[in-house]
């Protein structure tokens, strides 16, 4: 047990940041907490670097409105302080940036312009923790991200 101890204050030495993992439930429970209007069984997965939101949502047009399920894949780009950036790669069946606009443009956690999702992280608990520094490097590792947040 010590030796994981001082492993990991060796490490923080090194780097001079933390390394927390956020998996997919993390992301999905955030996105719940934004209460996301007129989307339902919404899913949360990371595969091949990307973050994958499913999904129901409503779409109206000409006075009808039609449930459709919708896949959206988000290909981080960079982080900014304590924000993750993601880039809209793909979205089934529709990609119009007003249904990403209004699904997903939830300030101040979520925010979406031209086809980029903000993220902050201060939304997590995990993230919150740690009152100081912002985002350093973010890697893809077994399906979920690890990202070192310090000075």
């Not at 490490?11 to 993992?21: G, I, Q, T």
């Not at 990609?95 to 699904?103: A, G, L, Q, R």
């Given at each position: 047990m010590f030796d994981q101890l001082k492993a990991g204050f060796m490490?923080?030495?090194?780097?001079?940041?933390?390394?927390?993992?956020l998996n997919a439930s993390v992301f999905e429970k955030i996105l719940e907490r934004q209460s996301i209007e007129d989307v339902e069984n919404l899913q949360v997965k990371i595969e091949e670097g990307l973050l994958i939101l499913e999904g129901d949502t409503k779409v109206k047009?000409?006075?009808l409105s039609k449930n459709i399920h919708f896949t959206l894949s988000l290909k981080p780009v960079h982080a900014e302080g304590r924000a993750l950036h993601f880039e809209v790669k793909k979205m089934k069946p529709l990609?119009?940036?007003?249904?990403?606009?209004?699904?997903f443009h939830k300030p101040p956690v979520v925010t979406y312009d031209e086809r980029v999702i903000q993220i902050d992280l201060n939304a997590f608990d995990k993230v919150k923790a740690i009152p100081i520094g912002h985002i350093k490097e973010i890697a893809i590792q077994d399906e979920q991200f690890i990202v070192s947040?310090?000075?």
């Open positions: 490490d923080f030495k090194e780097k001079k940041a933390v390394d927390l993992p047009k000409y006075g990609d119009f940036s007003t249904v990403h606009k209004k699904i947040i310090g000075l």
